[in-house]
């Protein structure tokens, strides 16, 4: 659930170059830069929250740079935009959308969303800070919000190729899959790929995709979901109203989707932190490295019971936990 009462984006805009003539006007009037700022609910930061987002630094989608700013580009209705976040301070992002301004009110919503500014874990924390193993890790990553896929077809996308296979492998297949359905553009020095549609996944062929290192099943898998999205059989909004155990119901009747998957795609890709993938072995792995002997499984179902309606929280926590033991974050 999202918190109502935190203020709105405060935006401003900066023309880019004087108009040349009414066709120039007109086309520069809709590329003007807009740099927005938007609210976040205290403690936020960005940091942890794209990596918990994008995983690994080899997310050729989702970018975090040295200078602690997120870049992304989305494809609009009139074309590509390109965000890029940056947090200044504790209570504010500033976004800067350069693209078609048509485009923009849906994309600072996107950002808001995919980057879960107003989500309010006072019960996760709390929570936390009972469980003995769990509260140090907690304190560190204090800041980190769930984050979403911006949309339903990422979110399967991404569920569907890391099915029984490791961080790295799963991120690599998804990277070819990236590269070779799409095309790059280049901002702050960067290669941007906006992710790819369903539309542009059902019109590669099926050797193109085994290429990239997608089974056949998985190939199979992710063209009945981006035909099902085509049509309305499964529709976003939809599952959005839909109490979680149902929208899980919904998920698992394509076939390829377990239980597993579905939970991942409701976490990622619909916010829901009721839900947490068990038998995932990121999240043993991550166990061990917190705490020896890991907890036993009756002990993880006590701390998920716990946790309640945010048990999700724990799993972001858990794969922070792995990318700071490789170096990879600094809490």
């Known amino acids: 659930m999202t918190?109502?009462?935190?203020?709105?984006?405060?935006?401003?805009?900066?023309?880019?170059?004087?108009?040349?003539?009414?066709?120039?006007?007109?086309?520069?009037?809709?590329?003007?830069?807009?740099?927005?700022?938007?609210?976040?609910?205290?403690?936020?930061?960005l940091d942890l929250t794209v990596n918990a987002l994008r995983r690994l630094a080899t997310n050729l989608v989702d970018i975090f740079t040295a200078d602690g700013r997120y870049l992304r580009a989305i494809d609009g209705a009139h074309g590509v935009m390109v965000l890029s976040v940056v947090q200044r301070t504790p209570d504010a992002l500033t976004v800067t959308l350069d693209g078609d301004r048509r485009d923009r009110a849906a994309a600072l919503a996107l950002v808001s969303r995919t980057l879960g500014v107003d989500r309010d874990l006072a019960h996760f924390d709390r929570a936390a800070a009972r469980v003995p193993w769990l509260r140090p890790l907690a304190r560190r990553m204090r800041g980190v919000k769930p984050p979403r896929y911006p949309t339903l077809w990422e979110a399967c996308v991404n569920a569907v190729a890391f099915q029984q296979v490791s961080l790295h492998a799963a991120s690599a297949i998804v990277a070819r899959l990236i590269t070779g359905l799409g095309s790059p553009v280049e901002r702050r020095g960067a290669a941007l790929y906006p992710f790819p549609s369903p539309a542009r996944f059902q019109a590669a062929d099926d050797g193109a995709l085994r290429r990239a290192g997608l089974s056949v099943g998985k190939v199979a898998t992710l063209r009945r979901a981006a035909a099902a999205l085509g049509s309305g059989a499964l529709d976003e909004m939809a599952l959005e109203r839909t109490p979680t155990p149902e929208a899980a119901g919904i998920l698992r009747e394509l076939k390829g989707i377990g239980p597993w998957t579905a939970a991942v795609i409701l976490l990622r890709g619909l916010g829901r932190l009721d839900v947490f993938p068990s038998n995932d072995s990121g999240v043993a792995r991550s166990l061990r490295l917190l705490v020896s002997p890991a907890p036993s499984a009756p002990?993880?179902?006590?701390?998920?019971?716990?946790?309640?309606?945010?048990?999700?929280?724990?799993?972001y926590h858990l794969l922070l936990a792995r990318l700071e033991a490789r170096g990879n974050i600094t809490a």
């Open 299 to 315: 002990e993880i179902d006590q701390v998920l019971a716990a946790l309640g309606p945010q048990r999700g929280m724990l799993y």
């Open 3 to 45: 918190d109502t009462n935190v203020p709105g984006p405060v935006v401003a805009r900066h023309p880019l170059a004087a108009p040349r003539g009414p066709l120039a006007a007109s086309r520069e009037r809709r590329q003007v830069a807009s740099e927005v700022a938007i609210p976040v609910r205290r403690p936020y930061r």
